[in-house]
């Protein structure tokens, strides 16, 4: 019961994202650049929820996104499911409690993200190679994400805690 709860909540966070993705953040933007919420989101559930949850909420919102207002069907969803996996694997070797760890995760999936996303796009749609452009637009983007994650880190951190004591066993010390 409380993780199908959590599942809502997550679903409807990510309308919540949607919506201000689409309306405040069209206003609210940096050289025509705006921050992607979807990967700090989907980073998040990778991070504290884990189990492939990530994997598989990143490639169910990805196919949102890609349905809704995708160039090319399954590009936001496969980048968005490797986002969520890398925060499974992070989780694993990183300590998400430092704020300075968590924005170093969100600003190199940033990077990933839209390093794929370019490089799809370079592929399906014989898009010519704009280098100089591509960086300056990922440079604001990984910045701005990346503030967006100091500003909302405590949030972050309490609702990472809530959804981790949810999704994930508890493991108890071994003292011997």
Not at 24 to 32: A, R
Not at 153 to 172: M, V
């Amino acid at each position: 019961m409380k993780k199908t709860l959590s599942i809502i909540l997550i679903l409807i966070t990510f309308f919540v994202i949607y919506f201000l993705q689409i309306n405040l953040f069209s206003w609210f933007n940096i050289y025509g650049v705006s921050p992607n919420l979807f990967i700090i989101l989907v980073l998040i559930i990778g991070l504290f929820i884990g189990k492939k949850v990530g994997l598989a909420l990143g490639i169910v919102l990805g196919l949102y996104i890609d349905v809704v207002n995708g160039k090319i069907f399954g590009q936001v969803a496969l980048m968005l499911g490797i986002v969520g996996l890398l925060g499974e694997y992070l989780d694993k070797s990183f300590s998400k409690e430092s704020r300075i760890t968590l924005m170093l995760m969100v600003a190199s999936t940033t990077i990933i993200y839209e390093v794929g996303i370019y490089i799809i796009n370079i592929i399906k749609l014989n898009a010519s190679i704009e280098l100089a452009l591509f960086l300056k637009i990922l440079a604001i983007e990984t910045i701005y994400n990346t503030i967006i994650t100091i500003i909302m880190y405590p949030i972050i951190q309490r609702l990472g805690e809530k959804l981790e004591s949810t999704f994930k066993p508890q493991t108890r010390g071994m003292y011997f």
